[in-house]
Protein backbone atom coordinates (compact mmCIF):
# COMPACT_ATOMS: atom_id res chain seq x y z
CA UNK A 1 0.00 0.00 0.00
CA UNK A 2 2.83 2.47 0.63
CA UNK A 3 4.84 1.44 -2.52
CA UNK A 4 4.16 5.21 -3.92
CA UNK A 5 4.15 7.26 -0.95
CA UNK A 6 7.09 8.92 0.37
CA UNK A 7 5.62 9.84 3.53
CA UNK A 8 3.03 8.60 5.87
CA UNK A 9 2.54 8.80 9.76
CA UNK A 10 0.10 6.08 11.52
CA UNK A 11 -1.97 7.12 14.67
CA UNK A 12 0.58 10.46 15.27
CA UNK A 13 -0.09 11.67 18.61
CA UNK A 14 2.24 14.34 20.98
CA UNK A 15 0.79 15.53 24.00
CA UNK A 16 2.34 17.94 26.14
CA UNK A 17 1.40 17.69 29.68
CA UNK A 18 -2.50 17.39 28.92
CA UNK A 19 -2.16 19.25 25.73
CA UNK A 20 -2.51 16.90 23.06
CA UNK A 21 -1.08 19.00 20.23
CA UNK A 22 -1.24 16.19 17.44
CA UNK A 23 -4.16 13.67 17.75
CA UNK A 24 -3.73 10.12 15.78
CA UNK A 25 -2.97 11.69 12.54
CA UNK A 26 -2.42 9.81 9.59
CA UNK A 27 -1.13 11.07 6.96
CA UNK A 28 0.52 10.52 3.43
CA UNK A 29 2.25 12.36 0.86
CA UNK A 30 2.94 10.62 -2.76
CA UNK A 31 6.32 10.63 -4.70
CA UNK A 32 7.14 14.11 -6.31
CA UNK A 33 3.68 15.52 -4.42
CA UNK A 34 3.47 19.00 -3.20
CA UNK A 35 1.15 19.08 -0.29
CA UNK A 36 -0.09 22.77 1.56
CA UNK A 37 -1.17 22.53 5.90
CA UNK A 38 -3.32 24.81 6.58
CA UNK A 39 -4.76 25.58 9.89
CA UNK A 40 -5.49 28.28 12.19
CA UNK A 41 -2.69 29.30 14.92
CA UNK A 42 -2.62 26.11 17.56
CA UNK A 43 -4.04 23.72 15.00
CA UNK A 44 -1.07 21.86 15.63
CA UNK A 45 0.86 22.30 12.18
CA UNK A 46 4.53 22.95 13.52
CA UNK A 47 4.10 20.22 16.29
CA UNK A 48 3.08 18.04 13.27
CA UNK A 49 6.21 19.44 11.05
CA UNK A 50 8.38 18.92 14.34
CA UNK A 51 7.44 15.06 14.52
CA UNK A 52 8.21 14.63 10.58
CA UNK A 53 11.44 16.11 11.30
CA UNK A 54 12.77 15.16 14.40
CA UNK A 55 12.58 18.09 16.10
CA UNK A 56 9.87 16.20 18.47
CA UNK A 57 9.77 12.53 18.98
CA UNK A 58 6.08 11.62 19.20
CA UNK A 59 4.21 10.56 22.45
CA UNK A 60 2.82 7.38 19.92
CA UNK A 61 2.29 6.65 16.46
CA UNK A 62 4.99 6.37 13.61
CA UNK A 63 6.15 8.13 11.00
CA UNK A 64 7.72 6.27 7.76
CA UNK A 65 9.83 7.52 4.73
CA UNK A 66 9.32 5.09 2.40
CA UNK A 67 8.19 3.02 4.20
CA UNK A 68 11.05 2.92 6.78
CA UNK A 69 10.49 3.54 10.17
CA UNK A 70 12.31 6.66 11.35
CA UNK A 71 10.06 7.74 14.22
CA UNK A 72 12.17 9.22 17.23
CA UNK A 73 15.55 9.36 14.76
CA UNK A 74 17.93 12.67 15.11
CA UNK A 75 16.98 15.20 12.78
CA UNK A 76 20.37 15.23 10.74
CA UNK A 77 19.64 11.60 10.38
CA UNK A 78 16.77 11.96 8.69
CA UNK A 79 18.36 14.98 6.46
CA UNK A 80 21.12 12.09 6.00
CA UNK A 81 18.04 10.36 4.46
CA UNK A 82 17.40 13.35 1.41
CA UNK A 83 15.12 14.99 3.50
CA UNK A 84 15.34 18.93 3.20
CA UNK A 85 14.14 20.51 6.21
CA UNK A 86 13.38 24.44 6.50
CA UNK A 87 12.32 25.03 10.01
CA UNK A 88 10.21 27.87 11.21
CA UNK A 89 13.47 29.56 12.81
CA UNK A 90 16.26 30.19 10.30
CA UNK A 91 18.75 27.89 11.09
CA UNK A 92 22.39 29.57 9.45
CA UNK A 93 25.94 29.92 9.92
CA UNK A 94 25.89 33.20 11.53
CA UNK A 95 29.75 34.91 11.12
CA UNK A 96 29.80 34.22 7.37
CA UNK A 97 28.42 35.47 4.07
CA UNK A 98 25.57 34.37 2.29
CA UNK A 99 27.66 32.45 -0.22
CA UNK A 100 29.55 30.42 2.13
CA UNK A 101 26.60 29.38 4.07
CA UNK A 102 25.08 28.12 0.32
CA UNK A 103 27.98 26.75 -1.02
CA UNK A 104 29.23 24.35 2.98
CA UNK A 105 24.88 23.17 1.98
CA UNK A 106 26.01 22.56 -1.53
CA UNK A 107 29.55 21.09 -0.14
CA UNK A 108 27.09 18.35 1.73
CA UNK A 109 25.90 16.85 -1.64
CA UNK A 110 28.90 18.12 -4.41
CA UNK A 111 32.28 17.97 -4.46
CA UNK A 112 33.98 21.52 -4.55
CA UNK A 113 34.72 22.64 -7.82
CA UNK A 114 30.53 21.88 -7.97
CA UNK A 115 29.65 23.06 -5.06
CA UNK A 116 30.25 26.39 -6.21
CA UNK A 117 29.00 26.41 -9.19
CA UNK A 118 25.70 25.04 -7.53
CA UNK A 119 26.08 27.83 -4.75
CA UNK A 120 25.98 30.39 -7.76
CA UNK A 121 22.98 28.58 -9.37
CA UNK A 122 21.07 28.85 -6.10
CA UNK A 123 21.81 32.35 -5.14
CA UNK A 124 20.39 33.62 -8.56
CA UNK A 125 17.24 30.93 -8.25
CA UNK A 126 16.86 32.35 -4.92
CA UNK A 127 17.03 36.07 -5.53
CA UNK A 128 20.27 36.43 -3.23
CA UNK A 129 23.25 37.18 -5.48
CA UNK A 130 22.92 40.89 -4.81
CA UNK A 131 23.71 39.31 -0.93
CA UNK A 132 26.59 37.11 -1.45
CA UNK A 133 29.34 39.03 0.58
CA UNK A 134 26.75 39.68 3.51
CA UNK A 135 26.94 38.09 6.73
CA UNK A 136 23.86 35.92 7.14
CA UNK A 137 23.57 37.64 11.04
CA UNK A 138 22.68 40.88 8.75
CA UNK A 139 19.78 39.85 6.79
CA UNK A 140 16.28 40.80 7.63
CA UNK A 141 14.19 37.55 8.18
CA UNK A 142 12.80 37.48 4.87
CA UNK A 143 16.41 37.04 3.19
CA UNK A 144 17.43 34.80 5.87
CA UNK A 145 14.57 32.49 4.62
CA UNK A 146 15.53 32.79 1.43
CA UNK A 147 19.06 31.88 2.09
CA UNK A 148 18.25 28.85 4.32
CA UNK A 149 16.10 27.36 1.64
CA UNK A 150 19.11 28.23 -0.68
CA UNK A 151 20.86 25.89 1.44
CA UNK A 152 18.01 23.28 1.86
CA UNK A 153 17.66 23.30 -1.96
CA UNK A 154 21.49 23.66 -3.04
CA UNK A 155 21.21 19.19 -1.50
CA UNK A 156 18.53 18.35 -4.24
CA UNK A 157 17.17 16.32 -1.52
CA UNK A 158 13.77 14.02 -3.17
CA UNK A 159 11.54 15.61 0.15
CA UNK A 160 11.49 18.85 1.04
CA UNK A 161 9.82 20.35 4.54
CA UNK A 162 8.78 23.92 4.83
CA UNK A 163 7.47 25.61 8.03
CA UNK A 164 6.06 29.02 7.35
CA UNK A 165 8.86 29.48 4.56
CA UNK A 166 6.98 33.17 3.45
CA UNK A 167 7.10 35.00 6.79
CA UNK A 168 8.62 37.81 7.29
CA UNK A 169 9.14 37.84 3.36
CA UNK A 170 8.34 40.80 1.15
CA UNK A 171 5.49 40.81 -1.87
CA UNK A 172 8.65 40.25 -4.22
CA UNK A 173 10.41 37.69 -1.75
CA UNK A 174 7.10 36.30 -1.79
CA UNK A 175 6.64 35.92 -5.21
CA UNK A 176 10.02 34.29 -5.52
CA UNK A 177 9.20 32.42 -3.31
CA UNK A 178 6.29 30.60 -4.69
CA UNK A 179 8.08 29.88 -7.97
CA UNK A 180 10.71 28.37 -6.45
CA UNK A 181 8.41 25.98 -4.83
CA UNK A 182 6.63 25.16 -7.54
CA UNK A 183 9.52 24.81 -9.51
CA UNK A 184 11.24 22.55 -6.42
CA UNK A 185 7.81 20.72 -6.80
CA UNK A 186 8.14 19.68 -10.55
CA UNK A 187 11.04 17.11 -8.79
CA UNK A 188 10.83 16.63 -5.52
CA UNK A 189 8.08 16.05 -2.89
CA UNK A 190 7.25 19.01 -0.70
CA UNK A 191 5.35 20.08 2.36
CA UNK A 192 4.61 23.43 3.09
CA UNK A 193 3.27 24.68 6.51
CA UNK A 194 1.29 28.19 5.80
CA UNK A 195 -0.37 30.35 6.79
CA UNK A 196 -0.49 33.43 4.53
CA UNK A 197 -3.57 32.52 2.47
CA UNK A 198 -2.54 35.02 -0.75
CA UNK A 199 0.99 32.66 -1.08
CA UNK A 200 -1.02 29.68 -0.26
CA UNK A 201 -3.62 30.43 -3.11
CA UNK A 202 -0.72 30.65 -5.29
CA UNK A 203 1.25 26.89 -4.38
CA UNK A 204 -1.60 25.01 -3.41
CA UNK A 205 -3.09 21.99 -5.22
CA UNK A 206 -3.94 18.85 -2.91
CA UNK A 207 -4.92 20.69 1.12
CA UNK A 208 -4.86 18.95 4.20
CA UNK A 209 -6.27 21.79 7.14
CA UNK A 210 -5.64 20.71 10.72
CA UNK A 211 -7.90 22.00 13.64
CA UNK A 212 -7.62 21.39 16.91
CA UNK A 213 -4.40 18.72 16.17
CA UNK A 214 -6.30 16.41 13.87
CA UNK A 215 -6.97 16.28 10.19
CA UNK A 216 -10.03 18.39 9.09
CA UNK A 217 -10.36 18.33 5.86
CA UNK A 218 -8.75 17.22 3.11
CA UNK A 219 -9.07 18.38 -0.18
CA UNK A 220 -8.11 20.90 -3.81
CA UNK A 221 -7.63 23.81 -2.67
CA UNK A 222 -10.46 25.10 -4.44
CA UNK A 223 -12.51 23.08 -2.32
CA UNK A 224 -11.41 23.96 1.05
CA UNK A 225 -11.34 27.86 0.35
CA UNK A 226 -15.38 27.62 -0.69
CA UNK A 227 -15.30 25.38 2.64
CA UNK A 228 -17.81 27.02 5.46
CA UNK A 229 -16.86 24.70 8.06
CA UNK A 230 -12.95 25.69 7.21
CA UNK A 231 -14.05 29.25 6.80
CA UNK A 232 -15.66 28.91 10.45
CA UNK A 233 -12.38 27.00 12.03
CA UNK A 234 -9.94 30.26 10.86
CA UNK A 235 -13.40 32.70 12.18
CA UNK A 236 -12.45 30.98 15.70
CA UNK A 237 -15.73 28.83 16.08
P1 LIG B 1 0.39 25.71 14.86
O1 LIG B 1 1.75 25.52 14.31
O2 LIG B 1 -0.69 25.09 14.04
O3 LIG B 1 0.08 27.15 15.18
P2 LIG B 1 1.45 24.34 17.20
O4 LIG B 1 1.84 23.01 16.72
O5 LIG B 1 2.51 25.35 17.39
O6 LIG B 1 0.29 24.93 16.28
O7 LIG B 1 0.69 24.19 18.59
C1 LIG B 1 -0.34 23.23 18.81
C2 LIG B 1 -0.71 23.21 20.28
O8 LIG B 1 0.36 22.66 21.04
C3 LIG B 1 -0.99 24.58 20.89
O9 LIG B 1 -2.00 24.46 21.84
C4 LIG B 1 0.33 24.93 21.54
O10 LIG B 1 0.13 25.83 22.61
C5 LIG B 1 0.80 23.57 22.03
N1 LIG B 1 2.27 23.46 22.09
C6 LIG B 1 3.12 23.52 21.03
N2 LIG B 1 4.39 23.36 21.42
C7 LIG B 1 4.35 23.17 22.77
C8 LIG B 1 5.34 22.93 23.78
N3 LIG B 1 6.65 22.83 23.46
N4 LIG B 1 4.93 22.79 25.04
C9 LIG B 1 3.62 22.88 25.37
N5 LIG B 1 2.63 23.09 24.48
C10 LIG B 1 2.99 23.24 23.20
MG1 LIG C 1 3.29 26.99 13.64
Not at 7 to 35: C, I, P, Q, Y
Not at 98 to 108: D, H, L, P, Q, S
Not at 126 to 140: I, N, Q, S
Not at 169 to 183: K, P, Y
Amino acid sequence: MSENYILTTENLTMRFGGVVAVDNVNFSLKEGELRCLLGPNGAGKSTFFKCLTGQLTPTSGSVKLRGQDITGWLTHDIVNQGVGIKTQVPNLFNGISVYENIRMAARRKHLKPMAREKAEEMMEKCGVTHLAKREVGLLAHGQRQLVELAMVLAEEPPLVLLDEPAAGMTGDERDRLADLVLETARKAAVIVVEHDMAFIRRIAKFTTVFNRGAIFREAMIDEIMSDRAVQEIYLGK
